[in-house]
Nanobody
Framework: QVHLVESGGDLAQAGDSLTLSCVAS????????MGWFREAPGKEREFVAS??????????ADFQKGRSTISRDNAGAENTMYLQMNNLRPEDTALYYC????????????????WGQGTRVTVST
């Protein structure tokens, strides 16, 4: 079993930057590839970015390319994943979820076995 805890969500203004974090604890060999998803008010959950187990490979949703960077730190007993978001837009307002347990980088939510509770990002104009 893997437990995920997100943090870093905040109120921001358009153009600001935020870095989200996700700490994964539990059996390290179950963590696998990780990803970020988001759910905006009234919308379905959508893929944001994914990173491989090693951290060497990444994959982004088109709307995030060039504005965000996903990374992870596998040192120590816990794996920590980050999402640095730059040039925030009001449409980035959403609850951001961390996911883990995928076999490889993927945008498919059903491929992830474990989910966090989410961290909220609100971007104002």
């Amino acid at each position: 079993q893997v437990h995920l805890v997100e943090s870093g969500g905040d109120l921001a203004q358009a153009g600001d930057s935020l870095t989200l974090s996700c700490v994964a604890s539990g059996r390290s060999f179950d963590i696998g590839a990780m990803g970020w998803f988001r759910e905006a008010p009234g919308k379905e959950r959508e893929f944001v970015a994914s990173i491989s187990t090693s951290g060497f490979n990444t994959y982004y949703a088109d709307f995030q390319k060039g504005r965000s960077t996903i990374s992870r730190d596998n040192a120590g007993a816990e794996n920590t994943m980050y999402l640095q978001m730059n040039n925030l837009r009001p449409e980035d307002t959403a609850l951001y979820y961390c996911a883990a347990g995928a076999g490889g980088i993927t945008a498919q939510a059903t491929s992830y076995k474990y989910w966090g509770q989410g961290t909220r990002v609100t971007v104002s104009t």
